[in-house]
C-alpha cells in the first residue's frame, strides 16, 4: 500500500516538473520573440548616456516611408557602431540597418561611393546622406538633408563649346549627370552668353571646359555669384590650337580665378 502511494506521489511530482518546465519554456520563447520584435531598451544612466535626443526621436518615429543605415566597415568593427545605430533601428520599424563589410562586399562599396571605412550612409527613397562621424549629430543630420524636399540643382553652362551633359561619347558629361541623379542631384544648363544671370535655384554651377573666351558679362555674373556665397566647379582644359581645333586661352575667366589664389597650369 505504501510502495503504490508512494508511487502515486511520484507521478504527480513528475507532472507538476514537466508542467513547470513546459511553462518556463513557453515564457522564455515567448520573450524572446517580444524582444526580437521590439528591440527595446532603457537607459538608467543620469545623462541618458545611450539614449537618443527628443528632437531626433520625433524625426525618426515621424517617418513616412523606408530609411536604410548601411554602415561600411571591417567586420570586427561592427560593434563599435551597433550601438548607436541600432538606436535608430529601435525608434521606428521603418528604419532598418545594415552593416557591410567593403572587403567581403566590394561592389556595394563601390555602388554607395565608399571609399573609406567607417562611413555611414543614410537613404530615404532616392535620397542618399553620408554621416561624416557616429555621433547622433552627425546621423540625425544625414537624416534631415534626406528629407529636405528642396531640389539641389546642378548647373552646367553652356553657349561656349563647353561639355556637354547630354554627349555619350568619351568627352561628354552624361556620366557626368548619371551620377548626380543617383545622389539626388538635378542637372540642367544654363546659356550665360544669351543672358548673363545664374539662376536662382542652382545649387552648384559648373564650367566644364568651354572651347572659346568667356565674354566680360560671363565672367563677371561668375565672379559676383562665387563672391556671394554660390559654389562653382571651373574645369579648364589646357590651351589648344591644332588643326581646326582651338581652345581659348580664356584670360578673361583666368583672371579671375588668379584673383581668388587660383593658378591654372597651361600644360
Known sequence: MNTQLLRARQTKYLFYLFAYLVVFVTILVVVNVLADRYNKSYDSTSNKRYSLSPQTAKIVKGLKQAAAITYFDQTTRFEQAKDQLEQYANLSPKVQVQYVDPDKKPELARAAGVKEYGTTIVQIGDRKEEAKTLTEEAITGAFIRDLKTTTRTVCFVEGSGEHRIDDTER????????????????????????????????????????????????????????????????????PLKVGRSEISDNEALTRVLQSWGVTPQRT
Open 171 to 238: 568627352s561628354g558629361y552624361s556620366r557626368f549627370k548619371e551620377l548626380l541623379g543617383k545622389d539626388g542631384y538635378e542637372a540642367k544648363t544654363t546659356n550665360l552668353v544669351s543672358k548673363a544671370e545664374i539662376p536662382n535655384d542652382c545649387t552648384v554651377l559648373v564650367v566644364g571646359g568651354p572651347d572659346a573666351d568667356y565674354q566680360q558679362p560671363e565672367v563677371d555674373v561668375i565672379k559676383k555669384y562665387v563672391e556671394e556665397g554660390g559654389r562653382a566647379l571651373i574645369l579648364l582644359d589646357p
